[in-house]
């Protein structure tokens, strides 16, 4: 992982690496991503402060829901708390997986759009009932 992009090796190590550090990997360095808000560094920590607020994410009960093609779905609960997680790993649009209500308020997304579609790369984290 690149810490810093002019730095040798991305700040990686100090040492010899044992793979190169390629000119592609420095342009997602951590130091070019920490101001960007649509950056993956920007996701992965919105998705890690979801996971601190919502003890279902970290202690719940699994369920899958759905898991054909690109899309997957799956529900965490406890007994104060259910969610359901929805992402269609595809890069391209997919419709909503049939049988699967959107019961409650959204929690979270990235990449959503229209209402019974799910954009390419999208991910929904919703209320469900416990």
């Not at 991503?33 to 920007?42: F, G, H, R, T, Y």
């Not at 601190?52 to 104060?80: I, N, Y």
């Not at 929805?86 to 959107?102: D, Q, R």
Request: net charge neutral; aromatic share 8%.
């Amino acid at each position: 992982m690149p810490w810093r992009a002019d730095a040798p090796h991305g700040g990686f190590t100090t040492g010899t690496p044992w793979l190169p550090m390629g000119e592609a990997n420095l342009a997602r360095a951590v130091d070019w991503q920490a101001n960007d808000p649509a950056s993956l560094l920007a996701l992965t920590r919105a998705a890690l402060a979801l996971r601190r607020v919502h003890p279902a994410l970290r202690h719940g009960a699994f369920d899958l829901l759905h898991a054909d093609g690109a899309v997957l779905a799956f529900a965490r609960s406890t007994a104060k708390q259910g969610l359901v997680c929805v992402f269609n790993l595809a890069p391209e649009a997919v419709s909503w997986p049939a049988g699967l209500a959107k019961a409650g308020r959204t929690i979270a997304s990235a990449n959503c759009g229209e209402p019974g579609r799910l954009p390419a790369y999208a991910a929904v984290v919703f209320e469900a009932e416990t």
